[in-house]
């Protein structure tokens, strides 16, 4: 049976959510992003760059990846 992919619409993302080749930048994506890092969170190429590079990562590592970029910069 093959792999459904990821509903980035309308599906609940989780911080174990897999980021894979299907990965979009939707309005629920950045709504649990928003959540898990705060009103200031945005979106930048090199950020978005990082997100979607292969490398194996889940959500919950996006948004701690996120939150330390910002930290580095304050």
Not at 28 to 33: A, G, K, P, S, T
């Amino acid at each position: 049976m093959a792999k459904m992919d990821f509903d980035w619409h309308g599906g609940h993302i989780t911080r174990a959510t897999l980021v894979d080749a299907s990965y979009r930048n939707t309005q629920n994506v950045r709504r649990f992003l928003s959540a898990e890092c705060g009103v200031d969170f945005r979106l930048d190429r090199d950020f978005m760059a990082w997100v979607i590079d292969g490398a194996p990562k889940s959500m919950g590592d996006v948004a701690d990846e996120w939150s330390r970029r910002r930290n580095h910069l304050k």
